[in-house]
């Protein structure tokens, strides 16, 4: 018996079909929206967080120099007196001058270490900065400023303008209890001011007020130092001292 040969099966086999490498354009308008929302939360949270740090940054520099202003103003308008300077020629003067733009001012200090129980300063305006001329002698407002003894403090800068005015105790037919006058002159008002008030207009637009009462409003406080008890040498007053800056003095 014959065996007939065995034929090969020629099976043909199906091409696997490959999934073809990639993103629709569905997916990537997904992921591109997706990723700009993130993108605009992550923006408003910085602006947020910008604006909050520039406001703090505001109120502290705001803080800093209103402090300053302060501690300025508590150590000499607080402390005024009426200090009356008698020459050798026997002429008696007020160590005070009241303007609307600058001020010469006599005041009560601490006294330890053998140190003078006075403080003398001059608050003007220059190169849009607060200053404060300083000493623990005299600064006499009838003598040129620098032919005198002094050290100058900045207490303050970005200053559009200042502007003084003084207390006194209103006319009868006023209504008022007190009022305010741009100037002090002494033989109008044959006394020492009531108050002082100190107004700072900044350049930024915003406007700040300082009002002390002085520490002596009466007609029969007066204190009296002859130019012979009191030399004229130059000294430093801590108490203004720590109102930032540095000195300045001129001979």
């Avoid at 005299?138 to 003084?164: A, C, G, H, M, R």
């Amino acid at each position: 018996m014959t065996i007939p040969p065995i034929r090969k099966c020629r099976c043909r086999k199906s091409p696997r079909r490959r999934r073809q490498a990639g993103f629709t354009l569905l997916e990537v308008m997904a992921a591109t929206a997706v990723l700009a929302m993130v993108g605009l939360v992550i923006a408003a949270s910085l602006n947020a967080f910008y604006r909050s740090w520039t406001r703090g940054e505001k109120v502290a520099r705001e803080l800093e120099r209103n402090r300053a202003v302060d501690r300025v103003v508590d150590e000499l308008f607080r402390n005024a007196v009426p200090l009356q300077w008698e020459e050798e020629l026997g002429n008696v003067e007020y160590v005070f001058q009241g303007e609307q733009d600058e001020l010469w001012i006599a005041a009560l200090g601490r006294s330890y270490g053998g140190r003078t129980p006075f403080r003398f300063g001059r608050l003007y305006l220059e190169d849009d900065q607060l200053r404060c001329d300083y000493a623990e002698t005299p600064l006499l407002p009838w003598i040129e400023i620098k032919d005198q003894q002094y050290e100058t403090l900045t207490i303050t800068d970005n200053v559009q303008s200042i502007q003084f005015a003084y207390a006194d105790d209103a006319e009868e037919d006023s209504g008022n209890a007190i009022e305010f006058y741009d100037e002090w002159d002494e033989e109008e008002h044959d006394n020492f001011p009531l108050a002082i008030l100190l107004t700072i207009e900044w350049k930024d637009g915003s406007r700040e007020c300082w009002l002390r009462r002085t520490a002596a409003n009466s007609y029969n406080t007066e204190l009296s130092v002859s130019q012979r008890s009191v030399g004229l040498g130059g000294g430093s007053a801590d108490g203004l001292r720590e109102g930032g800056g540095g000195p300045g003095g001129r001979p």
